[in-house]
C-alpha cells in the first residue's frame, strides 16, 4: 500500500487533527484573557515612541542640512561679514539656540548670537580629518546636552572661517498632552534630555529606568530585533511595562533613531540616540475569563469528530476493505462462499459485481443475475455529510459566537494616543512646509538683482540635490517670465507673475501641486517658487498604528493621504463632523464599525498656518489588539483551522478513495455484463488499486475460459497468491 494513499491515511490524519484542534480550543477559547493593560495601549506607546524618534531624527537632520546649505551658498557668492552671516541665518531659520562664526587658524569669535555656543568643545586641528566636520554631542556644565553643528564659510583670498550652531534634543512637534513624558537616551543609558511630566520623584526614577532598558535593547540589530515577516519602522522599537501604584501602571515605549530606509544612514541616526516616552494608565479588569465556553466547544468537537470518523470508519474504510479482501480471495480460487455484499454505495455496486463475477467465474452465463443492491448513499453523498458535522461547529464560530457588538470597550489611552500622534502628524506636516519655505527664503536671499540666470540656475540645482522635497524649482521674475528653472516642468501660467501668498495649493491634474513662493529682495517684484512633490508630504503621514490618515484643506477636500485617496475628493461622511474642531480632537464612532477617528487643525506659527489645513485619522477598533477583539479573533481562528482541517481531509478522501473507487464500480459492472476487452489499470496503490488488479486478473481468466470454447469449465484460481 502506498504511505500516502489508500483509506486508512486521511481518516487518521483527521482524528489527530480534530484532537489537536480540540486542544487548542480549550487552552486558547478558555484562556483567562484578563489583561490589565491591553495589548494595544502598550503597543500604542511602542508607536508614540517611533513618532518621537522620527520627529527628532528629522529635527537634527534638518538643522544639519540647513546649516551646511546655508554655508555652502554663503560660499558660493561674494565674502560677507560673520554678523551677516548670523543675522541671515537667524531670521531664515528659527531653531538654534546657539550660532557663532570663528576663523579657522586664528580661533578667534568673529560673531555670535543667542546663548553661548560651546566651542571648547572643537578642536580645530583636527577640522581637516575625515569626520572633523561631524556633529557631535556636549554635554553642558548645567547638565543639558547640545547638539554642535559645524560648517566651513570659504572665500577665494580669505581665512577660512567656521559656522557653528548648537541645537538642543528637542522633539519638535510631539503632543506630551494626558500626562505623558518623552526622554532622549543615548547609548549608555543616560537621559539626556526629558520633557513632559516628570513632577515627582517616582517618575524621574521610572525614566531613567526605562532609559537602561531601552539602551540595551536599541543595541540590537533592527532585523534580528522583530519578529520574521515583521516590518515597519526601520529601528529598533519595542514597549516596557513599569511600577504600578495601587491600580495605576506605568507603561512605555522605546525606539532607536533609524534612516528613513532601511540599509541607510543619516547623521542623527549615526548619533546612538533613543527615544523613550511613559505614560500611567489605570489598569482596568476586562473580565472575559470564560474556561467554561472553551471546555464546551473542545467537547463539542470532541463529539461532532467521534461521529464524523465512525461514519467514515463504518460506511467507507470497512466496506472497502471488505471489497479488497474479497476481491484477493476471488483471485485464489475460493469460490465456493458468495461474496458479501456491503449495503449501499459504490461499494455494494462493486460487491454485486464481484458476485456476479464469481458465478461466472464458476460457469454461469454472463447475463446470470447477481444480488440486488440497494443504492442508498455514495461516497460523495458520505463525505458531504461528514462535512456538514463539521461546519455544524466550525461555522458558528466563525460568525456567531464571542462577537464583538458595538458596546465594546475601547480604552481610554488608544484614544488619548490617536489625538497626540494625530496632532503630532498635523505639526510635523506644519513644519515640514514650513522649513520647504525657510529654504526657498535662503536662497532668495542670496539672489541679488547682479546675480546671472547660469549662477541662479547653479544655486537651484544644488538646492534641489540637497533638499529632495521639491520637485521643480524656479525664479518668477515680476512680469511672469521664468528667469532660471531646476527640476521637472513647472506647473506655472505663463505670463502670471509671482503669487503673493508664500503657500498655496494648485490643481495639477491628477496631483495637487504645493506651490511655496519667497521673494527675491532687490530683484523688482523676482521671487523663488518651489513645487513641493506631493509624494513627499504623503510619505510624513506614513504611521504604524494609525488606519488612514488625509490631510485636508480648509473645504474640506483630500489633498495628501498615506495610501490610496483621490485629489480633491471629499473626505469621508464619518470624518465630516469632527472638521468644525478647531483643536486636536479624538472620539470613538459606534455603529456597524466601531472605529477610533481623531482630528488636528495645523496649529502654531509659519506660513503653513495660512493653508488651513487639517490632519485627520481613523482605524477600526477591530484591528487593535483589545480583550474583546482578541477573544474573537481567536474564536474565528479556531472555526478556520477546523473548516481547513475537514476541507484537506475530506478532499484527500475524496481524491484518493471516492472518485477512483466511482470509477472502479463502473468498471466492474461492464466487466460483470460482459465485457472482456477492456483492461483494468490500478491508478493507486492502495485498496482500491488491488481491488483493480483482482479485477483484472479476473478478466483474463474470464477472457480464457471463452477461448476454451466448448471445453470442460472447471473452477480454479484466478491467480496465485
Not at 64 to 71: E, M, Q
Not at 453 to 469: I, Y
Not at 676 to 697: I, W
Request: charged residues 20%.
Amino acid at each position: 500500500m502506498s504511505l500516502l494513499g489508500g483509506i486508512r491515511p486521511p481518516i487518521a490524519v483527521l482524528s489527530v487533527l480534530l484532537l489537536t484542534l480540540a486542544g487548542i480550543t480549550a487552552l486558547t477559547l478558555g484562556k483567562p484573557d484578563n489583561a490589565l493593560v491591553p495589548k494595544a495601549v502598550l503597543t500604542s506607546q511602542q508607536y508614540v515612541a517611533e513618532d518621537g524618534a522620527i520627529a527628532l531624527r528629522a529635527s537634527l537632520d534638518e538643522s544639519v542640512g540647513d546649516l551646511t546649505g546655508t554655508a555652502t551658498l554663503f560660499s558660493d557668492g561674494q565674502p560677507v561679514s560673520a554678523d551677516t552671516v548670523l543675522d541671515k541665518v537667524g531670521d531664515v531659520y528659527e531653531k538654534w539656540r546657539g550660532t557663532a562664526v570663528i576663523e579657522i587658524k586664528s580661533g578667534n569669535l568673529l560673531a555670535a548670537r543667542g546663548e553661548n555656543v560651546p566651542l571648547t568643545a572643537i578642536d580645530r586641528s583636527k577640522l581637516s580629518a575625515k569626520d572633523g566636520l561631524a556633529p557631535r554631542m556636549v554635554r553642558l556644565e548645567n547638565g543639558q546636552t547640545r547638539l554642535v553643528i559645524l560648517a566651513l564659510l570659504s572665500w577665494k583670498g580669505q581665512p577660512q572661517q567656521l559656522l557653528v550652531a548648537s541645537s538642543s534634543l528637542t522633539f519638535p512637534g510631539v503632543s506630551l498632552a494626558g500626562g505623558r513624558a518623552i526622554g532622549v537616551v543615548d547609548s549608555a543609558g543616560h537621559v539626556l534630555s526629558s520633557h513632559g511630566a516628570l513632577d515627582g520623584k517616582r517618575a524621574r526614577a521610572q525614566l531613567a529606568s526605562f532609559a537602561g532598558v531601552a539602551a540595551k535593547k536599541a543595541k540590537q540589530n533592527p532585523l534580528t530585533a522583530k519578529k520574521p515577516g515583521e516590518g515597519g519602522y526601520t529601528g529598533v522599537s519595542g514597549h516596557l511595562t513599569g511600577d504600578a501604584t495601587k491600580n495605576v501602571r506605568t507603561i512605555g515605549g522605546y525606539a532607536s533613531l533609524a534612516a528613513p530606509a532601511a540599509g541607510e544612514s543619516t547623521v542623527a541616526s549615526g548619533l546612538g540616540l533613543t527615544v523613550v516616552t511613559q505614560v500611567d494608565v489605570t489598569e482596568h479588569a476586562s473580565q472575559l475569563t470564560r474556561p467554561a465556553f472553551g471546555l464546551a466547544a473542545a467537547g463539542a468537537l470532541l463529539l461532532i469528530g467521534a461521529l464524523t470518523v465512525m461514519v467514515l470508519l463504518g460506511t467507507v474504510q470497512r466496506p472497502l476493505i471488505r471489497l479488497f479482501l474479497e476481491s484477493r480471495r476471488l483471485t485464489r480460487g475460493d469460490l465456493a462462499r458468495p461474496v458479501t455484499v456491503p449495503r449501499a454505495g459504490e461499494a455494494a455496486r462493486v460487491g454485486a459485481a464481484l458476485e456476479r463475477l464469481r458465478l461466472q467465474l464458476r460457469g454461469a452465463p454472463a447475463d446470470t443475475e447477481g444480488p440486488a443492491v440497494r443504492r442508498g448513499l455514495g461516497g460523495r453523498a458520505l463525505l458531504a455529510i461528514c462535512a456538514v458535522l463539521l461546519l455544524v461547529w466550525s461555522v458558528p464560530l466563525m460568525l456567531v459566537l464571542n462577537r464583538a457588538d458595538s458596546s465594546v470597550r475601547v480604552p481610554n489611552q488608544i484614544v488619548k494616543d490617536q489625538k497626540a500622534r494625530t496632532a503630532t502628524l498635523s505639526d510635523r506636516v506644519r513644519r515640514a512646509l514650513n522649513e520647504g519655505h525657510a529654504d526657498l527664503s535662503a536662497v532668495a536671499a542670496l539672489i541679488g538683482d547682479r546675480t546671472s540666470a547660469d549662477d541662479m540656475r547653479t544655486v537651484l540645482a544644488r538646492t534641489l540635490e540637497d533638499h529632495p522635497r521639491y520637485q521643480s524649482l524656479y525664479v518668477l521674475g515680476a512680469d511672469g517670465e521664468i528667469l532660471a528653472q531646476a527640476g521637472a516642468t513647472p506647473h506655472h501660467t505663463a505670463g502670471k507673475g509671482p503669487s503673493d501668498k508664500s503657500l498655496e495649493v494648485r490643481d495639477g491634474g491628477k496631483k495637487p501641486v504645493v506651490t511655496a513662493t519667497a521673494e527675491a529682495p532687490g530683484r523688482d517684484g523676482a521671487a523663488v517658487v518651489g513645487e513641493f512633490h506631493i509624494e513627499y508630504l504623503n510619505a510624513l503621514l506614513g504611521r504604524q498604528g494609525m488606519g488612514e490618515v488625509r490631510v485636508l484643506d480648509g473645504n474640506g477636500r483630500v489633498i495628501g493621504g498615506d495610501s490610496g485617496y483621490l485629489a480633491f475628493q471629499k473626505a469621508p461622511s464619518y470624518v465630516t463632523p469632527l472638521l468644525a474642531k478647531k483643536q486636536a480632537y479624538a472620539t470613538v464612532q459606534r455603529g456597524s464599525t466601531v472605529r477610533v477617528a481623531a482630528v488636528a487643525p495645523f496649529a502654531g506659527g509659519g506660513e503653513a498656518k495660512s493653508l488651513h489645513w487639517t490632519v485627520v485619522s481613523w482605524q477600526p477598533v477591530s484591528g487593535l489588539a483589545i480583550p474583546e477583539y482578541s477573544l474573537q479573533n481567536r474564536t474565528v481562528l479556531a472555526g478556520l483551522l477546523g473548516l481547513t482541517a475537514a476541507a484537506a481531509c475530506l478532499g484527500w478522501l475524496h481524491i484518493v478513495v471516492v472518485r477512483p473507487l466511482r470509477e472502479l464500480a463502473r468498471q466492474a459492472e461492464r466487466l460483470a455484463d460482459g465485457d472482456r476487452k477492456t483492461v483494468l489499470y490500478p491508478r493507486h496503490h492502495d485498496e482500491v488499486g488491488a481491488v483493480a488488479r483482482s479485477l483484472e486478473l479476473i478478466r483474463q481468466h474470464l477472457q480464457d475460459q471463452r477461448r476454451r470454447d466448448g471445453g470442460t469449465r472447471t473452477p480454479a484460481g484466478v491467480g496465485r497468491n
